[in-house]
């Protein structure tokens, strides 16, 4: 079974509060991803890593930060929140397919 | 680069057969399928490598024509259970690193 935990399932948050959701996974995948995503709508890649120190920006530009400093831990920061920046957060982990954390819910006011 | 999807939106009675494609403009390595339900995330439903491989799983399967650039997923006499949001991923650079997806295909299967 497949174990990708994120935190907190929900933030609402206002404008200028730095925030950093969390994303964790046991099975030592190297690879791991960060989407944002819309209701209804298309996976927007944000961020990913390959491994330990390896980070590298999605196809979506972002204004949010990561690091990768242990295989298990993939934060992902936005130092300045907006409303622009409300959505649905998806972390994966991979090694051959990927697997889906249970996402982030903000909604910046 | 995106792959396209289609259709965009598919509505089905319980039982009925759908199609859904899944087409690159470039070299595809793999194509990978999964599908949403409203409020959750992304599930992995199958995999389809280069070589024109058809995998299944129940009354779900899929195919891949490496010479068209094209993947469909076939779910024959659906269930309620279907629907969803189905979304393809394509490798296209051969190193499964970063998949380029779809739009997504949005099932409804009604009683």
């Known amino acids: 079974e497949a174990d990708i935990y994120q935190t907190p399932r929900y933030l609402v948050i206002g404008t200028g509060k730095k925030i950093t959701l969390e994303c964790s996974q046991t099975?030592?995948?190297?690879?791991m991803y960060w989407y944002q995503q819309d209701p209804g709508m298309e996976l927007h890649l944000i961020h990913y890593?390959?491994?330990?120190?390896?980070?590298e920006k999605g196809d979506l530009s972002s204004e949010s930060t990561v690091s990768r400093i242990r295989t298990e831990h993939f934060p992902l920061t936005l130092e300045s929140a907006r409303p622009s920046h409300t959505s649905q957060y998806l972390c994966?982990?991979?090694?051959?397919?990927?697997?889906f954390g249970p996402g982030t819910r903000l909604t910046v006011t | 680069q995106q792959p396209v999807q289609s259709p965009q939106a598919v509505i089905l009675r319980e039982g009925e057969d759908a199609v859904i494609n899944c087409s690159s403009s470039?070299?595809?390595?793999?194509v990978h399928w999964y599908r949403q339900k409203h409020g959750e995330a992304p599930v992995f439903l199958m995999i389809?490598?280069?070589g024109g491989e058809q995998k299944g799983h129940e009354k779900i399967s899929a195919s891949f024509n490496e010479k068209k650039q094209q993947s469909s997923l076939y779910l024959t006499a659906s269930q309620l259970s279907y629907s969803g949001t189905y979304f393809c991923?394509?490798?296209?650079?051969?190193?499964?690193?970063?998949?380029?997806w779809g739009l997504g295909t949005s099932l409804a299967v009604n009683p």
């Open positions: 470039k070299a595809l390595y793999s």
């Open positions: 099975m030592g995948h190297d690879k």
């Open positions: 994966a982990s991979s090694e051959v397919m990927q697997y």
């Open positions: 389809l490598l280069k």
């Open positions: 991923g394509t490798d296209n650079a051969g190193n499964n690193r970063k998949l380029i």
């Open positions: 890593s390959y491994g330990v120190n390896s980070t």
